[in-house]
């Protein structure tokens, strides 16, 4: 059974960081990409993928304040938020996208809220 936990969201003011953490199980962490995604009350956005060859790429959006990295020895993957922005809040998801005839799984997600 394939699991998904983040953590680390919460309320922070503008211009403040956040990082977030999302354990998988169940699942060869390694030879996946990892996806964050973010909700918002009116739209869903991919905000970074992390490809399992290493590769970071966050959305036009966040680039430049958001980074992602991963690390395979404890299956996680991390979105490090610097510079938030009001803009920002929205509940944040990790999701393994499908591969091999696999779907897409999705973690529970964690709020982020940027107070003005």
């Known amino acids: 059974q394939v699991q998904l936990v983040e953590s680390g969201g919460g309320l922070v003011q503008t211009g403040g960081s956040l990082r977030l953490s999302c354990t998988a199980s169940g699942i060869s962490f390694s030879v996946n990409d990892m996806d964050w995604y973010r909700q918002a009350p009116v739209k869903r956005e991919l905000v970074a993928t992390m490809t399992r060859d290493g590769r970071g790429a966050p959305a036009d959006s966040v680039k430049g304040r958001f980074t992602v990295s991963r690390d395979n020895a404890k299956n996680t993957v991390y979105l490090q938020m610097n510079s938030l922005r009001p803009e920002d809040s929205a509940v944040y998801y990790c999701?393994?996208?499908?591969?091999?005839?696999?779907?897409?799984?999705w973690g529970q997600g964690t709020q982020v809220t940027v107070s003005s």
């Open positions: 999701s393994v996208p499908p591969r091999a005839n696999k779907p897409r799984y």
